[in-house]
């Protein structure tokens, strides 16, 4: 581990340890990689005994389009709530909201299996899905300005995760699916079709694989969140949260 792993890590655990936002000035260059930032979170990970089974159990995965990288964070477990969800204790500095669909793996899943999974294919490893709200935080003072990579080492910038009923997976017309937001009193925002990556599974291989890079499997029942359908709309402390996908579920959470 280098010196600017462990600077930055430093600063992201007192960071969650005062429940105050980091200056980010100075650190903008110490990372110069993905696999530092990831590098990162995984140190923060282990000095916060977040995952002391091993490989996280659950996940965010995504990105901007199929042809971009896609990032990936392991999330704490004290913060994964079950829908309806009352997560006014967490100390957010923001609230922002994005409506995934999350999935959970029906098996194990070895480098070996990471290694040959095709994205045709992906979707035979899930056994369920739900919908989950994220709720987007920072560490960072400078956010949503922050570097990329800062942003990718604060576990990309994740603050809660609200999970729904679970469902059997099932094949479905992604480019048809609709979404509903409500938050607070405001008008519910409506979207069809809108996950960058088309369909939610797409996104399993590059995601697996990252996983088992350093040669461990990723247990059955693992679960990831696969990307918003309504970008990152803005909450407030004391709104309640509702995210309503027609034919997957629902799920909501009062901030």
């Not at 070996?112 to 920072?138: P, Q, R, W």
């Given at each position: ?7 930055v890590a430093a600063v992201l655990l007192q960071a969650r340890r005062d429940h105050q936002a980091a200056d980010a000035a ?24 977040w995952f002391s089974t091993g490989v996280p159990l659950h996940w965010k995965s995504g990105g901007p389009s199929r042809s ?136 399993l291989p590059i995601w697996l694989r990252h996983v088992t890079r350093q040669g461990a499997s990723v247990p059955r029942g ?34």
């Amino acid at each position: 581990m280098t010196n600017s792993v462990q600077a930055v890590a430093a600063v992201l655990l007192q960071a969650r340890r005062d429940h105050q936002a980091a200056d980010a000035a100075g650190l903008e260059t110490l990372l110069q990689s993905p696999e530092d930032a990831y590098a990162v979170q995984e140190q923060v990970g282990r000095s916060a005994d977040w995952f002391s089974t091993g490989v996280p159990l659950h996940w965010k995965s995504g990105g901007p389009s199929r042809s971009a990288a896609l990032t990936h964070a392991g999330l704490p477990p004290r913060n994964v709530f079950s829908s309806p969800a009352d997560a006014r204790g967490c100390p957010f500095h923001h609230r922002l909201i994005e409506a995934e669909v999350a999935l959970r793996l029906a098996r194990d899943v070895s480098p070996d299996d990471a290694a040959k999974l095709s994205h045709e294919d992906a979707a035979t490893l899930v056994d369920g899905m739900t919908v989950s709200i994220e709720i987007v935080d920072s560490r960072w003072q400078q956010f949503p300005e922050t570097s990329a990579l800062l942003k990718l080492a604060d576990q990309q910038s994740h603050g809660a995760l609200v999970l729904g009923e679970w469902r059997p997976f099932a094949a479905r017309d992604w480019s048809r699916q609709t979404c509903v937001v409500q938050i607070g009193q405001g008008a519910p925002a409506s979207f069809r079709g809108s996950l960058s990556l088309g369909d939610p599974a797409w996104g399993l291989p590059i995601w697996l694989r990252h996983v088992t890079r350093q040669g461990a499997s990723v247990p059955r029942g693992t679960i990831v969140t696969t990307g918003t359908w309504c970008g990152m709309l803005r909450a407030q402390q004391g709104d309640k949260v509702k995210v309503v996908f027609e034919g997957v579920g629902e799920a909501e959470v009062q901030l």
